[in-house]
Each structure stands twice: as structure tokens, then as C-alpha cells.
């Protein structure tokens, strides 16, 4: 086996990365057009409450006054309670909770962290409609949502998780991580949030400056405004901004966009929220089109918070922003019906059944099919009873319903959801014609499968500059997985966009094995204008070693990895977090550290694979088999389809002298990954030691046919045939093999062994 072992890296927020050597052009137009740091405006302000600002501002205070931003948290009282607490008991899916008061208090009675039943008091609410969560205190500063919830217009409690039983050792548990106020929520509910963890103590110093959200989670600071403001018109400098951190007017639609996505994207934090900073990439890193999270046409699958779909719509790339159809401080839609859509598009246009192709009215109602929503944002159940529109406002596309399993407006989960595909299918045809468009999701749900045939698709989509951002850098992310020297030059290329996305997703995907060349491709993103970029460059440039860096290179090196380590350590309460600083401390080959990180990131989360996996294949490295297999076999358990888990256990055991079984787990491993030729190449060599000469041969064939220019998968191939006398085979790849390297002997022994044949 050419491999020592497999490296399975599977990470939350860094990987490795590829960067040209040259000052690239985005960088140049980044310092000219991004205006001067704000800290000289910003350094002395400080939040004043909404008070202050309903002194002025009235009539937004008043908008805002009642609105879920005014609600996303408030103490629990006669006032904000919502849920039933006379006693009821709920009960089903192996939860059981009493719901009760006690001492002008609310109360519940359930199972606890030790699975024994115990009372806790309900500090706050969390939400209003329609449905409120209520968050319980526990010891270190940590706050809990419990996971039954109530349904307001229901009125009755559910579980956030119906069909599944989660015991007290679940990460979803809800004493457990997955639902941690102070982690996972408290940003987005409350102003000026400072999380406060210590991963010393496994503790919390939560603070916030306004319990819910209010006028300066979104403006910034107040402090600098107020005092310009309190100044007579006639005496006031001309300050920019008028003092206030936050720009909300004169700015793009992706400017806005931003300033709104902090809470509504699905995203890694990078840190306490700095108003200062108001690129999104500064603050926060937006999660991709990802499996589980996305369907493989872009549409939401779990809860996306808007952002990452609205960034895929053509209504997103003509200009339009949150606040066109969302009124800011009463976060309720500006218009009713199709009044919002009819703002842009003409009403004798598309308000008509010309167009929708729909009643105004079915059985003496308005009709449901002549709202443009009902075709273009249909909505989905999240939370069980909080149903979510898609905001990236597509076309129903039956063909993909079809094609890549996807829902679509008309009969999947639709309005006609009593009716087959094939009806919505054929109604599509009558209005439309039987020709479609291209979708992107095709090719996203090929090179979720590695699909060898997806990645033509793929390149092409990276370089579409008319494409989303959003889907180009999840193609990138899945080019990944590809080998080829156009592989190898539209990661290049990525490295050269304006987007920010783009580079750091080319960073994150893109492995350079020749150290001198990977300094002189990422070193410039050291300098990159946003933080999530520089945080990946430095992450991935760890184990560089000095002597390829030049001074001022060392010096942004050490700075920027500062920063990631900074951090990392911020989310320390997460699993992913210390994986990544268990990456970071291999590449400084540091293996004490780094196995120091990954087993705190197990005691976080011990379903999660990538920590397990990378202690496993750490510990290998240092002869500690016995656990590594050990690891990797629990990780299979738990996770049967992880492919790259089942290769790197097969290396293990081919290195232990377990050839049988290691070829069971090296074909499984390949299987899954249907475009590795290494993959493919391994697994074929352990099958012909094994016995299984059919299953070799097509492995070694894959490899080849993957790598058509690889020696040693030609040489492997050639050996199998020759050892069973398959000799007509064979000199054909003994001739490709000397016009790859002539230098290298096994071609000549080859022709050499065939003589005349």
C-alpha cells in the first residue's frame, strides 16, 4: 500500500488551501473602494438602550414595540407566558414532562442530565408565535431550551423531534449542547450578546446589554449617535453616519442583505458579534449548500434562517433586499396577498391567470394557487409547526422532482400533494413546453455522489460568474473530491475571485502537497481583506516551515493564527472547534496537543465523527493500533455510509496484517468514493491478496480509467494480469507506462519478461 494511512478531514470551518503567489487584483480593488476603518468613529461607543433611542424615534419604537424581535426573549411572567402551566402533563417519545406552577413561578418536572426526574424553573420565554420555547437555568452560567414546546395556535405542547427517543447522553438531548441557550441561540435573541465561555472551567459569563432584540442589534452602538444628536442642529459636526456604527441607508441590497444575515443564515461564529465589522465574512462564516441542510436543487431541507436561500434568487442578483418586502421594526411584510411581488412586477402581467394559471377563487375562497408565494416560496415545517418559505424563489420544477428526488410547489408537499408527479408534471408541459432549463442541481447532486460524470458540471458551474456565489463555492467545495490538472486550474482561478466565499472556500478544499508551492500560492490571502479568508490561509500555512516564509510573511502568518486560535477557543463549547485546533496542532507537529484537542472534542460530542477518526488515525501513526481500530470501528457503528472512515480502517488493518477483513472495509471505502483512483487502486490491491480476483481487477480498471496517467495504478494492473498469465494484456500498459516515465524501470522489466510478445 502506497498509503500509510488515510487523512480524513471532515471540518466544521478549516481545512487545507491554495492561493496564487502573486498580488492578486482583489485585493487592490478591496483597499480602494472598501471605506477607512471605523474604529476611529467607533471607539467610544457604547450601547444605550432603547430608551434613549424612542426618544427621538418614536414612531420606529412604537413599530417596533410587540414585534418577534421585541419577543425573541423576554422574563417570564403572567405576561409572556404562553404555554399551559396548570398541571398538564405531556408524554410520548420517551419524554415525559409536568408543566405546573409553584410559588408565582413556572415550573417543569422532567428528566434531568442524569435521566432522573428533578424541577426546574423557567427563566424565560423564547419566542411567541407560533410556537415559544422556555429556557431553564442550570449550574456554570448555562441556560437550556427545553424541547417541548408550545404550540400557540394549537395550544398544546409538543416534542421538537417526533418519531426520535434521545436519551440523556444525545447531543440533542435538551440538557445537552445541541439545544445550549448560551452557544447556540443567545446572538440572535438578545442585543450586544457576549458570550462569556471559559473552556478552563466548561463555564459561562453570559451578558447582554437588552434581553431581546432591539434597536442597536442591528444599528450598533448608540452612544456616539446620541451625543451628536443631543447637540442643537445649528452646533453638530458632520460626522459621518451620524455617529451611529451601523450604515442602513444608501447601501447595496448586499450591503443590507448582510446586516441582516448575521442571524438569518445558517453560519459558524467567529467570535462575539463586532458591529465594527460589517461584512458578513468577518463575523460569521455561512454554511454552503450542504447535505442534510439544502436538497441538491438549493431548496431548504432543514432550517436555513433565509439567507443561503435568498442569495440563490434571480430576485437577489436584480437588486432586491430584506427590507423591500419586510418592514425593519415590525419585521412584518409590507403589503398583503401578492401586493409585496406586484411592488416589482406588473399586475396585468403576472396577477393573472395568463400567468399562475390558477382560480382567484376555488369554492367561494380565495384561491391559494393565484398567490405567487404558493408557487415561488413554498413553505416547509420546521420546529414541527413553524412553517418557513423558501426564500430563493424558484420556478416549480416537477422535471427535478423527477430527476434528483426534490420537493416542488405543485404535488410534492404542495397545494396539490393528493396528486401524482405525473399530473404536475403533464400540467407543466400544457403551460410551458416540454423544454428546461439546466438546473445546478443536477450537477450538486452527482458530486454529492462523486459521480464521475458530475465534474465537467462542476468546473463549469465554478467559473459561471452569473451563477450564485452561494452554489458556485458548493460546486467548488464538491471539486474537491476530483483529480485532474482542470481541477487543479479552477482552484487556481478561485483563488483570484472577488468573492470572498470563492477564496475561502478554494482555500478550504483545495490540498497542495509541495509545501514551497503551497507558500507561494496562499501566503497572499494572509493579507486577504475579510477574516474568514486570512483565518483559512493561516490554518492551513500552521506547519510551514520558516525558512519558505520572508519576514513580513512570518508576521501576518503569526498574526492571523493568533486570531483562528482566538477563535477556535470562542467555540470551544462545540465539538468542531477543538477538531480543528487538533488539525492545527498536527500540522505544528505538536501530537500531544493535538490529541489533547481531540479528546475534548469528543467529551462535547461523541457522535460526531471527524474528531474521532482524526485521534484514530493520530494514534496509528504512533503505534497505538489497538484504539485507533477501535475508533474507527465505533465511528462505522454509528455512521455505517462514512466511506472515507471505512477506507482509513481498511489501511489499518492491511498495516496490522488483517488482509481479509481490510479488503472488505478498503472495497467499501472505494466503493463510496467512486472517483478516488487511490481509493480504487488500495482497495484493489488488498481484493488480489485476498483472493478476490474479480473485484480486483475492476478496482485496479477504475483506477486506471480514473487516473489514465498514473504509473502506479498501470504497474498494479499490469502485475495482476501478468501473475495470471494474461500476457496479451499486458504490453499495452507496459507502453503506456514508458511514455509516462521512461525513466523509471518496471517498463522495460515488463517488455523485458514478454521478449517477442
Known sequence: ????????????????????????????????????????????????????????????????????????????????????????????????????????????????????????????????????????????????????????????????????????????????????????????????????????????????????????????????HVAWADVPPMGRARI??????????????????????PCHSSRTELGDYDHRRSELLDNHLPVLLSEGLYHPDGQILDEDFEYGSFVQSKMFRMGVRCTDCHDPHTAKLRKEGNGVCLQCHQPSTYDDARHHFHRREWKGKPSEGALCVSCHMPKSPFMVVHLRADHSIRVPRPDLTRDLGVPNACSQSGCHADKPLSWSAAAYDRWYGTARKPHYGTALAAGRKADPAAKAELLRLVGDALSPTIVRATALSLLGSYQGADVTAAFRRALLDEEPLIRRTAVAETPIPDETERVARL????????????????????????????PYQQEALSTALADYVKAM???????????????LHERRNDPAR?????????????????????????????????????????????????????????????ETGKMDEAAMFLARGA?????????????????????????????????????????????????????????????????????????????GQIRGFLGGR
Open 1 to 224: 500500500m502506497t498509503d500509510s494511512l488515510a487523512r480524513w478531514r471532515l471540518t466544521a470551518l478549516v481545512a487545507a488551501g491554495l492561493v496564487v503567489s502573486s498580488c492578486p487584483l482583489h485585493l487592490a480593488r478591496e483597499a480602494l473602494r472598501r471605506p477607512a476603518p471605523k474604529s476611529a468613529v467607533t471607539a467610544e461607543a457604547a450601547f444605550v438602550g432603547r430608551k434613549e433611542c424612542a426618544r427621538c424615534h418614536e414612531k420606529e419604537a412604537k413599530a417596533w414595540t410587540g414585534s418577534h424581535h421585541d419577543q425573541a426573549m423576554t422574563e417570564a411572567t403572567e405576561e409572556t407566558v404562553r404555554g399551559d402551566f396548570s398541571g398538564v402533563v405531556f408524554e410520548g417519545d420517551g419524554m415525559k414532562a409536568r408543566f405546573f406552577r409553584e410559588g408565582g413561578k413556572f415550573r417543569i418536572e422532567t428528566d434531568g442530565p442524569d435521566g432522573k426526574p428533578a424541577v426546574y424553573e423557567v427563566a424565560y420565554t423564547f419566542g411567541w408565535n407560533p410556537l415559544q420555547q422556555y429556557l431553564v437555568r442550570f449550574p456554570g452560567g448555562r441556560m437550556q431550551a427545553f424541547s417541548v414546546a408550545w404550540d400557540v395556535p394549537a395550544k398544546r405542547w409538543f416534542f421538537l423531534y417526533p418519531g426520535k427517543r434521545i436519551p440523556p447522553s444525545d447531543w440533542l438531548h435538551w440538557t445537552r449542547n445541541a439545544q445550549n441557550w448560551n452557544g447556540m441561540c443567545a446572538e440572535c435573541h438578545s442585543t450586544n450578546l457576549v458570550k462569556g465561555f471559559d473552556p478552563e472551567s466548561n463555564t459561562y459569563e453570559t451578558t447582554w446589554s437588552e434581553v431581546d432584540v432591539s434597536c442597536e442589534a442591528c444599528h450598533g452602538p448608540g452612544s456616539r
Open 240 to 261: 459621518g453616519n451620524f455617529g451611529l456604527v451601523m450604515k442602513t441607508s444608501g447601501i447595496t441590497n448586499r450591503e443590507l442583505v448582510e446586516l441582516c444575515a
Open 523 to 550: 501566503a497572499p490571502l494572509l493579507a486577504d481583506p475579510f477574516r474568514a479568508v486570512r483565518l483559512e490561509a493561516a490554518s492551513t500555512l500552521a506547519g510551514t516551515s520558516p525558512a519558505l516564509l520572508k
Open 569 to 583: 477557543e470562542y467555540s470551544l463549547d462545540f465539538s468542531y472547534a477543538g477538531h480543528n485546533l487538533g488539525l
Open 594 to 654: 493535538a490529541e489533547e484537542a481531540y479528546r475534548r472534542a469528543i467529551a462535547v460530542d461523541d457522535l460526531w465523527p471527524p474528531p474521532k477518526v482524526n485521534l484514530a488515525l493520530l494514534l496509528a501513526r504512533q503505534g497505538k493500533t489497538e484504539e485507533a481500530e477501535t475508533l474507527l470501528r465505533e465511528v462505522l457503528s454509528t455512521s455505517p455510509d462514512e466511506a472515507q472512515v471505512a477506507y482509513s480502517l481498511g489501511l489499518l488493518l492491511a
Open 671 to 747: 466503493e463510496g468514493m467512486p472517483s478516488n483512483a487511490r481509493a480504487a487502486y488500495n482497495a484493489g490491491l488488498a481484493l488480489s491478496r485476498a483472493g478476490r480476483d474479480a473485484e480486483a481487477e475492476a478496482m485496479l480498471r477504475r483506477a486506471v480509467g480514473l487516473e489514465p496517467s498514473g504509473y502506479d495504478f498501470l504497474f498494479a494492473l499490469a502485475d495482476f494480469l501478468l501473475r495470471r498469465g494474461r500476457l496479451a494484456e499486458v504490453g499495452p500498459l507496459a507502453d503506456r507506462m514508458k511514455a509516462i516515465d521512461p525513466a523509471r524501470p518496471e517498463a
